[in-house]
């Protein structure tokens, strides 16, 4: 038999990232500020994990400017959608498995 | 056993945030119980102003449009405190749960209760302004109008909401063919249901929490 733990997305083991890709998956798009008051977190911790989730091309990034702040904003890619419900299938059927 | 505790606070987390992300939870189930008890003041005093107006109790030279005047009074009344009230009671409640008052939930909620609700504001000033002697369909159109907002944003609030949408539409179909008894449906819809929905939101969200 197939080890259930292997279906599991490494890169969701932070509770950040799934945090992250949580509410992505119902919002459109997002702010990084608005981001980071969801997940009761700081500048530098919430950049280095959206930096992860980046780079494995789950989420895009869009910078637009509001006067003369910059305003990043965040949205999920398919490959990302598909790796988030993956990922909660493999939850769901390790927890009826045990 | 202990992998499995994790993997289910995780899920937990998971739809946590997808709620909170998404939807407005500071909705108080009390503001609707205050809305359903102003609006059942301002139909008993409609009722008493549309009485006192058949008995030819008004004063001498008083027309139709003095009664009007002073039912459109009325209803602004009932719709400035209700909101004032149902405002103070939601922003109690999301500070009780240490939530924000303004955020994207809350422009969600608004906006799409707005559509419909701006649309059937539209639609009755037409009816009052443009077609004399429709009086009869304002209620019916208010409440039709409002469940349609309901279900619309339904989506960004609990969903509970969604059924009293259907109610009210219901109601105001049915008033829509009971035409002459529009205050009473009125009264139904606007304070009866909101009293009983607040009250069972409460007791559902807020007490215990």
Redesign the interface.
Same mark, same amino acid.
């Given at each position: 038999m197939k080890n259930p733990i292997e279906a599991l997305n490494k890169i969701f083991d932070s509770?950040i990232r799934?945090?992250v890709m949580? #509410?992505l %998956? #119902?919002?459109d798009s &997002?702010s990084f500020n608005?981001l980071k008051? !969801?997940?009761e977190l700081t500048d530098g911790n919430l950049a280095s994990h959206l930096n992860t989730l980046e780079q494995a091309q789950y989420l895009k990034v869009q910078k637009s400017f509001i006067g003369k702040k910059t305003n990043t904003t965040y949205i999920l890619t398919e490959l990302g959608r598909h790796a988030f419900k993956a990922h !909660?299938d493999a939850?769901e059927k390790? &927890?009826k498995g %045990? | 056993m202990n992998k499995q505790e994790e993997q289910l606070n995780a899920l937990n987390d998971i739809k946590k945030l997808m709620d909170r992300s998404s939807r407005f939870i500071s909705l108080s189930g009390l503001s609707g119980v205050f809305a359903g008890f102003t609006a059942l003041v301002g139909a008993y005093l409609a009722q008493r102003e549309i009485a006192s107006y058949m008995n030819g109790t008004y004063t001498y030279g008083s027309s139709i449009e003095d009664l009007e005047f002073n039912l459109l009074k009325i209803g602004f009344g009932v719709l400035l405190v209700a909101l004032i009230g149902g405002l103070l009671l939601t922003l109690r409640q999301s500070r009780k749960k240490n939530l924000p008052f303004w955020d994207r939930t809350t422009k969600n909620l608004l906006l799409n209760l707005a559509i419909p609700l701006v649309s059937g504001g539209l639609f009755i000033i037409a009816l009052l302004l443009v077609h004399p002697g429709t009086y009869g369909l304002i209620a019916p159109s208010c409440l039709v109008f409002y469940g349609l907002a309901l279900i619309n944003a339904s989506k960004y609030t609990y969903t509970d909401i969604r059924f009293l949408g259907f109610c009210e539409i219901i109601l105001g179909l049915i008033a829509m063919f009971n035409i002459g008894y529009g205050l009473y449906f009125w009264a139904i819809g606007f304070g009866v249901l909101h009293i009983f929905y607040g009250m069972l939101m409460y007791f559902k969200y807020e007490r215990g929490n």
């Open positions: 509770r799934l945090g949580s #509410v %998956i #119902v919002n &997002i608005e008051q !969801l997940l !909660l939850l390790m &927890i %045990i | -």
